[in-house]
């Protein structure tokens, strides 16, 4: 037996450490938190200091008895769990649940999975933080009381099934109020004008006017005063210039980035990190850190040199700006500064180059360029034409690396170099356009844009913020967007031989694509909790809870007297907002029904947003209708509202059976007899007609036919979520790229049933025909027990090749649902 057990909280970093370690050390995973706040009641005494309820979860307890009987076997405990507030308050769980010897237990940290790092912190262990453990108590309790005492209050009042949380429902906030802001912003128009000037030698480039005029009248008049006009430099200006390179990733920056240029969304990103840092090959992801140390420094500058040469490369010590920076104190970097491109799979080698590159760049040179100003003015008016030119003249970290902006943060630039020029040179004019442009309403966040904002207001810390996003999004507050935009005139006024000619061209405005888009009952539900907990939703307040637990972890702040404080105010509030406040529906009155005179208006409904002709108090029932998916309560105008009564439409009649269009859950669709086919993206159950609903049911019919046949069983063929894939004997089969989809030959589609087969018969562990009972193997090395369509989960530490079928039934008996018996009259 093992004379050390050392504990962490993943098997992957189990795994990793396991090999620095010699055969005195064994390495075991606690699968994260092993104790925790009970899920089906609040498990927080708040008339006893607030202390929580912590429960192991009865997946958890056969694991708990494992690392228990260890641990009395083992000499020295070693709890190696993250080294922020989560891991500390992991390895304290440990500690307590296990009911470790605190004379042969310890606590050690480290920043990155490498064993000179394992071995530092072996040789200097600690014990475990209390301070630490403390915060993370404060945050997981107070999250907990604002979660379970609101969101029952929006059951009552909104819609059962809505939740609302201390951070989540602050970030439904700062994009609904976005939305709001864009919905208001009314575009104005402006003439820009620019021209294209020519040297005596040729050489073209472009020159801006430093004024805009407000309409196509005075736009025109300038042009007109430009006609057979002289054109001369009047000054020239170059200046000396550098640019210095960002520092080094935090877990925000990180997440911001690789949304710019890998287009992970900010859940993906932490993902991917965590396997890079369990394997060994990057520093901790969550940190508020850009501090680089003094190893990490050396090895860069010995990389700089040796690939770029000593000229590229500076020292540089970063300072960061975040007031309550937690306990990992360095940035995000490689734990070998040689490694550019390991072998690994896609997204991690991506995501590992975009940390090498950072963290390279941070300690090189600035790059230094030559920036050039030219005026350029005429006889037959005031007004002054500028061009700006750069030339780069030593690059140095823009051989690496150049920061990635937000769309709001891109102005118009001036790129490149501007032609040799003397002040009083003459140039030619080959034209001079004033075009049409619009103010531009604020961008909509993206993922990478709410955690910068996120940031920016001291909301949430390194590791909320990939939890709060998808939280929002799994809620149904926020979507990603799906609109491309819209189009829209402008004008162009040319002056070109000394003639003006006016061109109509078009632009795209509005994409969705990809950004936050509050929904409607996102919206619904930010304004009931504005209205009636504007402190919890208020941004100074939130901030304010965050800096209370970085004291509370720094040791100097009380975290049962924060509670304290908090739920003074808090509590009576939700009790007040419970007994009096009315339910919220986000209903708009859009005006009368012609035919019937009653009330037409929008509002959230049981089954979603609808429109509502008549009110619940008159006699007649009123009449309803769903809202279409790309519509919202907010924006729905009166004729659209009335459109939707038209739905279902009948198309007309098709090889004996009535076609109709209709909308449902997962879009616009025809129906043809009993089968329901999706129309396209851009296509409408409102204008589809006859023609192309047949041409639809056409091509449904031609895929759904059989292809071949295998065994005496139809074989067909089509594409799904995942893919293009066949089916047969009803089993779904992935066509890889190894074949040709669109040429399957018998060879081919006998190979991927016998492959499929064996797979089915590789996955299955124990099976009783008679009882309709198997166990199957399952992902992430687990275990399912299944029965028709009731599956129940086995945990990682149960032999499934030992389930009796006792053991079975029992386990299925509990997660079957139970009939409900019939009220008596």
């Given at each position: 037996?093992?004379?050390n057990?050392v504990?962490?909280?993943?098997?992957?970093?189990?795994?990793?450490?396991?090999k620095?370690?010699?055969?005195?050390?064994?390495?075991?995973?606690?699968?994260?938190?092993?104790?925790?706040?009970?899920?089906k009641?609040?498990?927080?005494?708040?008339?006893?200091?607030?202390?929580?309820?912590?429960?192991?979860?009865k997946?958890?307890?056969?694991?708990?008895?494992?690392?228990?009987?260890l641990?009395?076997?083992?000499?020295?405990?070693?709890?190696?769990?993250?080294e922020d507030?989560?891991?500390?308050?992991?390895?304290?769980?440990?500690?307590?649940?296990?009911?470790?010897?605190?004379?042969?237990?310890?606590r050690?940290?480290?920043?990155?999975?490498?064993?000179?790092?394992?071995?530092?912190?072996?040789?200097?262990?600690?014990?475990?933080?209390?301070?630490?453990?403390?915060?993370?108590?404060?945050?997981?309790?107070?999250?907990?009381l604002?979660?379970?005492?609101?969101?029952?209050?929006l059951?009552?009042?909104?819609?059962?099934?809505?939740?609302?949380?201390?951070?989540?429902?602050?970030?439904?906030?700062?994009?609904?109020?976005?939305e709001?802001?864009?919905?208001?912003?009314k575009?104005?128009?402006?003439?820009?004008?620019?021209?294209?000037?020519?040297?005596?030698?040729?050489?073209?480039?472009?020159?801006?006017?430093?004024?805009?005029?407000?309409?196509?009248?005075?736009?025109?008049?300038?042009?007109?005063?430009?006609?057979?006009?002289?054109?001369?430099?009047?000054?020239?200006?170059?200046?000396?210039?550098?640019?210095?390179?960002?520092?080094?990733?935090?877990?925000?920056?990180?997440?911001q980035?690789?949304?710019?240029?890998?287009?992970?969304?900010?859940?993906?990103?932490?993902?991917?990190a965590?396997?890079?840092?369990?394997?060994?090959?990057?520093?901790?992801?969550?940190?508020?850190?850009?501090n680089?140390?003094?190893?990490a420094?050396?090895?860069?500058?010995?990389?700089?040199?040796?690939?770029?040469?000593?000229?590229?490369?500076?020292?540089?010590?970063?300072?960061?700006?975040?007031?309550?920076?937690?306990?990992?104190?360095e940035?995000?970097?490689?734990?070998d500064?040689?490694?550019?491109?390991?072998?690994?799979e896609?997204?991690?080698?991506?995501?590992?180059?975009l940390?090498?590159?950072?963290?390279?760049?941070?300690?090189m040179?600035?790059?230094?360029?030559?920036?050039?100003?030219?005026?350029?003015?005429?006889?037959?008016?005031?007004?002054?034409?500028?061009?700006?030119?750069?030339?780069?003249?030593?690059?140095?970290?823009?051989?690496?690396?150049?920061?990635?902006?937000?769309?709001?943060?891109i102005?118009?630039?001036q790129?490149?170099m501007?032609?040799?020029?003397k002040?009083?040179?003459?140039?030619?004019?080959?034209?001079?356009?004033?075009?049409?442009?619009?103010?531009?309403?604020?961008?909509?966040?993206?993922?990478?844009?709410?955690?910068?904002?996120?940031?920016?207001?001291?909301?949430?810390?390194p590791?909320?913020?990939?939890p709060?996003?998808?939280?929002?999004?799994?809620?149904?507050?926020?979507?990603?967007?799906?609109?491309?935009?819209?189009?829209?005139?402008?004008?162009?006024?040319?002056?070109?031989?000394?003639?003006?000619?006016?061109?109509?061209?078009?632009?795209?405005i509005?994409?969705?694509?990809?950004?936050?888009?509050?929904?409607?009952?996102g919206?619904?539900?930010?304004?009931?909790?504005?209205?009636?907990?504007?402190?919890?939703?208020?941004?100074?307040?939130?901030?304010?809870?965050?800096?209370?637990?970085?004291?509370?972890?720094?040791?100097?702040?009380?975290?049962?007297?924060?509670m304290?404080?908090?739920?003074r105010?808090?509590h009576p509030?939700?009790?007040?907002?419970?007994?009096?406040?009315?339910?919220?529906?986000?209903?708009?009155v859009?005006g009368?029904?012609?035919?019937?005179?009653?009330?037409?208006?929008v509002?959230?409904?049981?089954?979603?947003p609808?429109?509502?002709?008549?009110?619940v108090e008159?006699?007649?029932?009123?009449?309803?209708?769903?809202l279409?998916?790309?519509?919202?309560?907010?924006?729905?105008?009166?004729?659209?509202?009335?459109?939707?009564?038209?739905?279902?439409?009948?198309?007309?009649?098709?090889?004996?059976?009535?076609?109709?269009?209709?909308?449902?859950?997962f879009g616009?669709?025809?129906?043809?007899?009993?089968?329901?086919?999706?129309?396209?993206?851009?296509e409408?159950?409102?204008?589809?007609?006859l023609?192309?609903?047949?041409?639809l049911?056409?091509?449904?019919?031609?895929?759904?036919?059989?292809?071949?046949?295998?065994?005496?069983?139809?074989?067909?063929?089509?594409?799904?979520?995942?893919?293009?894939?066949?089916?047969?004997?009803?089993?779904?089969?992935?066509?890889?790229?190894?074949?040709?989809?669109?040429?399957?030959?018998?060879?081919?589609i006998?190979?991927?049933?016998?492959?499929?087969?064996?797979?089915?018969?590789?996955?299955?562990?124990?099976?009783?025909p008679?009882?309709?009972?198997?166990?199957?193997?399952?992902?992430?090395?687990?275990?399912?027990?299944?029965?028709?369509?009731?599956?129940?989960e086995l945990?990682?530490?149960?032999?499934?090749?030992?389930?009796?079928?006792?053991?079975?039934q029992?386990?299925?008996?509990?997660?079957?649902?139970?009939?409900?018996?019939?009220?008596?009259?």
């Open positions: 037996m093992a004379k057990l504990i962490v909280e993943s098997p992957a970093k189990a795994k990793t450490i396991e620095f370690l010699g055969k005195d050390f064994k390495v075991e995973s606690s699968f994260g938190h092993i104790a925790d706040l009970p899920s009641e609040l498990g927080v005494d708040v008339d006893n200091g607030f202390k929580p309820k912590y429960i192991v979860d997946e958890k307890k056969a694991l708990v008895k494992k690392l228990k009987d641990a009395k076997k083992a000499e020295t405990i070693w709890l190696a769990s993250d507030r989560e891991g500390e308050a992991i390895s304290w769980h440990l500690s307590e649940e296990l009911k470790l010897d605190k004379a042969k237990t310890k050690i940290v480290f920043n990155s999975i490498t064993k000179s790092a394992i071995q530092r912190a072996i040789e200097n262990p600690r014990e475990i933080n209390y301070n630490l453990v403390n915060a993370q108590q404060a945050r997981r309790v107070l999250d907990r604002v979660g379970y005492e609101l969101s029952p209050i059951w009552k009042k909104i819609k059962p099934g809505l939740s609302a949380g201390r951070v989540q429902s602050v970030a439904v906030r700062l994009i609904v109020e976005r709001r802001n864009i919905e208001a912003f575009p104005e128009a402006s003439f820009r004008v620019s021209a294209q000037f020519r040297t005596a030698k040729g050489e073209v480039f472009t020159a801006k006017l430093g004024k805009t005029f407000p309409n196509r009248e005075d736009a025109e008049k300038f042009l007109e005063q430009n006609i057979a006009a002289n054109f001369a430099v009047s000054d020239l200006d170059k200046k000396p210039a550098k640019k210095s390179p960002a520092a080094p990733f935090t877990t925000s920056t990180l997440q980035e690789a949304s710019r240029k890998l287009y992970f969304s900010v859940a993906r990103t932490m993902q991917v965590q396997r890079l840092y369990e394997a060994g090959l990057i520093t901790y992801m969550r940190t508020d850190s850009v680089l140390s003094k190893e420094i050396g090895a860069a500058k010995e990389a700089i040199a040796e690939n770029y040469g000593e000229a590229y490369s500076t020292v540089r010590n970063y300072t960061g700006k975040s007031k309550g920076a937690q306990e990992a104190h940035a995000i970097r490689p734990t500064m040689i490694k550019q491109s390991p072998s690994l896609r997204d991690q080698s991506k995501l590992y180059e940390i090498w590159k950072r963290t390279i760049a941070s300690q040179s600035d790059a230094r360029l030559e920036r050039t100003n030219v005026k350029i003015k005429t006889t037959s008016h005031s007004e002054v034409f500028t061009a700006d030119g750069e030339v780069i003249k030593f690059d140095g970290f823009l051989k690496v690396y150049m920061e990635g902006r937000d769309e709001e943060d102005v118009e630039e790129d490149g501007l032609p040799a020029l002040v009083g040179n003459g140039l030619q004019n080959d034209y001079i356009t004033a075009t049409e442009r619009f103010t531009r309403p604020p961008y909509r966040y993206t993922e990478a844009s709410l955690v910068k904002k996120l940031e920016e207001l001291g909301i949430g810390r590791s909320t913020y990939a709060t996003i998808s939280t929002i999004q799994n809620r149904g507050y926020v979507e990603k967007g799906m609109v491309e935009g819209t189009e829209r005139k402008y004008r162009q006024l040319l002056l070109e031989s000394n003639n003006i000619s006016v061109k109509q061209l078009s632009e795209t509005g994409s969705d694509k990809g950004k936050l888009v509050p929904t409607d009952i919206m619904i539900v930010n304004d009931f909790l504005v209205s009636h907990f504007a402190n919890i939703l208020d941004y100074n307040f939130t901030a304010r809870v965050e800096e209370n637990f970085d004291e509370i972890a720094s040791g100097d702040e009380d975290w049962q007297q924060v304290r404080t908090f739920y105010d808090f509030t939700v009790l007040d907002v419970e007994e009096n406040a009315g339910r919220a529906s986000g209903e708009r859009l009368s029904d012609p035919k019937t005179g009653r009330q037409v208006a509002r959230l409904g049981r089954f979603g609808m429109v509502q002709i008549g009110t008159e006699e007649e029932k009123p009449l309803f209708a769903s279409l998916p790309d519509q919202s309560l907010n924006t729905i105008t009166y004729e659209e509202a009335m459109e939707l009564f038209k739905l279902p439409r009948k198309l007309g009649v098709y090889e004996g059976e009535e076609i109709e269009a209709n909308v449902g859950r616009p669709y025809v129906r043809f007899g009993k089968k329901f086919i999706s129309l396209g993206k851009t409408s159950a409102m204008t589809v007609d023609e192309r609903a047949i041409e049911i056409k091509e449904k019919q031609k895929a759904d036919a059989p292809i071949t046949s295998y065994e005496g069983k139809d074989v067909t063929k089509g594409t799904g979520r995942f893919g293009p894939f066949i089916k047969w004997d009803g089993m779904f089969i992935n066509v890889n790229k190894k074949y040709d989809f669109d040429a399957l030959s018998q060879t081919d006998e190979e991927l049933i016998e492959a499929k087969k064996q797979k089915e018969r590789d996955k299955l562990v124990q099976q009783w008679e009882e309709g009972i198997r166990i199957e193997k399952a992902r992430w090395g687990r275990h399912t027990i299944i029965k028709g369509k009731i599956k129940v945990s990682k530490d149960v032999d499934a090749t030992q389930v009796s079928l006792e053991e079975a029992a386990l299925l008996e509990k997660k079957t649902p139970k009939k409900k018996s019939k009220a008596k009259k």
